[in-house]
């Protein structure tokens, strides 16, 4: 999720750390030996040092520290077990223990025999699965596969990790057969949607009409492929140096004290750098390392990915294909890594074999595109419901620049928006805040005072010190009608803080996910050169780690438990936890003193309740429910035949199986969505502008949950709702308060 830094630079609490972190570094003064091993006992000193004294919550170096430490350590070197062997586990363990020793002594030895090991056992690694695909392999055997490797125990021998190594191979090799039965059967069928979603562009399709090929045909060519993926995995991999390898040794001590703590080597810092700049070419979509794999995690509006439908949030990547190159396989590769094949030169063709939430395996083309910041930017429409206008907001992420304050910013670009919605007389207003990761902490607090009086937004607290409230300072009420804000599980951070402070007032009514994403800490970059007088190593890196948290300003969290709806609309992660949930390090929740607000004198009980009557009766929020169970129980079903009839039987069961949710994608609503009339204006000169807002306006038709929103402005504009206007509250407040003062 994206890090609300900027704000926090200008924060002096921020500096009073870094000015802490600064007297008591003067003592790391290196020698005059600048060996790699010296930089490396350097970083592990400084790290463990700035922890201490810098992160918000400090965790004891100790036996329990290293048990996880090492488990993440191992899990980062040997993902799905088919490097290390047991012998090599049981001579690591002698240190499961002993890494908070290690830091303080700054013992290499650890790290040196897993490197060491790693090595080797990735150059015999080779050596097994090059003749295993060197002959046919005997997909007839009623065998089955785990994928779940984090629960698989290692290989108890050599021979055990050659089994192990076969049966990941006929895995790969059933996987490609399917695929280009696939293609195969699409050709002779004419389905041509399918085979521009799947088909190698130098496919001859008459010769596949006129002569398939034959089963052993596929399955040598399958061979080959998984043979030339893995060489070219290898090859990537082995770039890697040792430095790098160091890197996630340092990660898997650091990210213990929580998941957004993260050691930055100066060649991750510099690409880290470019991505806060927001300018790149690629396809679109932001990605984070999931134990199962890497998962695509938000998708930039407007971007390739974005236009192209077929890729969602939630999906896990298992390969990555450039062109018409047989795609690779990723597994055990690192995010950056992973993210360097992805991305590309803009008209390029990248293939993405992606694991979907329902299980089933699919391929992805996207070309490559400039990702376009202005899709990031605010925008609005109208809709006409039974008879009555109504403005929905969407707001992608909480943008502004403080290099130059005369570029856009959210603050004013929403304000703007709602004045030219007050213009057209719109009787209330949708904030939609789904996906939207962030952003700056400054502008959040401006946003959130167009819809209330002035007062709290939200409060901030270091470690050991006193919660600070940030206000919005400005009287002005932007906006003072019915509002819903909508949420869902990947509204992280800033939008969390809207939606919190909107729920506290009881302003509005928030809607969408059970809740929020759950990410209320603040994290800072300290590039770690700074920290060291008379550096001889070079570029140090630097740390990314939390110096503070959010509180809402009834003195709760939002971290974990992030934002909890007020109605709540089944998706497809009903039955899972996600979020900040499914992060292991994740920091707990808590509360502190709520700040001094007052809540509107407001009942939102009937309008709730209406709603969840509605969604309750609804045929498509039920099939979504339904949908939700059955991903939730198929989670735990992580054994795959490796029997060819068996394994294309399985396939042939879940397809069957999703058919009926398919359903799901036919809702469409009877709304029209209309831009505004200076957007009218500026589409009818701009042809990829109108293709970009005539896509919007095709995706609220079938958004079942911005259609119950809707209802829900509707009761919230009508006679029924007990929910006296901000104008009128104001105005009482003001005579109140002028009576007091006689």
Known sequence: MKNIVEFMKRNYRVLLIVGILSAGLWSFIPSQKTSGDEKDKMLIELLSFVLEKGHFSPIQLNDDFSKKAYASYIQSLDPTKRYFIESDINEFQKYENSIDDMIRSKDLSFFDLTYKRLMLRMKESKEIYSEILSKPLNLNDEETINVDYEKLPFATSKADLVARWRKQLEFA???????????????????????????????NKEAVKSAPKTFEQLEEKARKNTESNLNNNFSFIGELTREDWFSIYLNAIVTQYDPHTYYFSPEDKEKFDVSMSGKFEGIGARLQKKNEGIEVSELISGGPAWRGKLLEQGDIIIKVGQGNEEPIDISGMRLDDVIKKIKGPKGTLVKLTVKKVDGTIKVVPIFRDEVETEETFAKSTVVNKDGKLYGVIYLPKFYQSFENKSQRDAFKDVAQEIERLKELNVQGIVMDLRDNGGGSLETVVKMTGLFIDKGPVVQVKPANGKAQVLPDTD??????????????????????????????????????????????????????????RGNQYGDLGALKTTTQKFYRINGGSTQLEGVKSDIVMPDRFSFMETGEKDEKSALPWDKIEPADYTPLNVNFDKVIANSKHRIAANENFNLISENAKWINNRKEDNTISLNY???????????????????????????????????LELMAKDELLKEKRDRWHSELIKDVYMTETLNVLTDLSGKDANTTSMKGQKAKKTKEKKLASK
């Open 475 to 532: 009287a002005k009420v932007q906006w003072d009608g019915p509002l819903v804000v909508m949420i869902n599980n990947y509204s992280a951070s800033a939008s969390e803080i809207f939606a919190a402070a909107i729920q506290d007032y009881k302003r509005g009514i928030v809607v969408g996910s059970k809740q929020s994403y759950g990410k209320g800490t603040v994290q800072n970059v300290f590039e770690l050169n700074e920290f060291v």
């Open 173 to 203: 090799v059933l996987s490609d057969i399917t695929d280009k039965e696939e293609i195969q059967d699409a050709i002779v069928k004419n389905a041509d949607k399918t085979i521009s979603q799947v088909v190698d562009v130098k496919e």
């Open 645 to 679: 009839t068996s394994y294309k039987k399985e396939l042939a069961d879940i397809e069957a199986q999703t058919k009926k949710f398919k359903d799901i994608e036919k809702f469409k609503n009877n709304l029209t969505f209309t831009s505004l009339p200076y957007e």
